[in-house]
């Protein structure tokens, strides 16, 4: 994986995507063709071994340190247990098919779950939705901190003493 050998350019696109901009858009702010920044996004995804849809492009930059991983906002996020379950999926950048095939879910179903997942978490897109997992540290090497945190024994978060326990 040449991830860390990414252009300044390809970085860039890659960063606008995951900022929730389209190709469109990210070429316009670049001040370069779509064609162009097309050719840099596909450079992109072949350097990150990541030859699919956008958000699992976006995740692999993140996990290969391509890309830093905007600091938590605070922000908390409730999901549901179906749009849980689709995270992974979409950080995966499986479609929206192969989802329903997976999860054995009617495809109108998990495309409602995931219209709410992206809302949950704040996303302008589904590639959007993937850093703000990161973000969130509901993705990425965030994630066991959080799931750590979250299933720590009482004791262990106010700090008692092991020789304290009954």
Excluded at 81 to 107: C, N, Y
């Amino acid at each position: 994986m040449n991830a860390n050998r990414l252009s300044p350019r390809e970085r860039q696109i890659v960063q606008e995507l995951a900022g929730g901009s389209s190709l469109s858009m990210a070429a316009e702010t670049l001040g370069i063709s779509k064609l162009t920044a097309k050719g840099y996004r596909d450079t992109a995804r072949n350097k990150l071994g990541c030859l699919v849809v956008a958000p699992a492009m976006v995740a692999a930059a993140y996990d290969a340190g391509a890309l830093e991983i905007p600091a938590h906002d605070g922000s908390v996020v409730e999901m549901t247990d179906e749009q849980r379950e689709l995270l992974p999926l979409l950080i995966a950048g499986l479609s929206t098919t192969e989802m329903s095939k997976k999860l054995f879910q009617h495809i109108e179903r998990v495309r409602f779950n995931l219209r709410g997942l992206v809302a949950a978490l704040g996303g302008k897109d589904h590639a959007h939705a993937v850093t703000r997992a990161y973000q969130l540290g509901l993705a990425g090497p965030r994630r066991q901190s959080v799931e750590q945190q979250q299933f720590a024994a009482p004791d262990e978060v106010l700090g008692a003493h092991p020789a304290a326990a009954p």
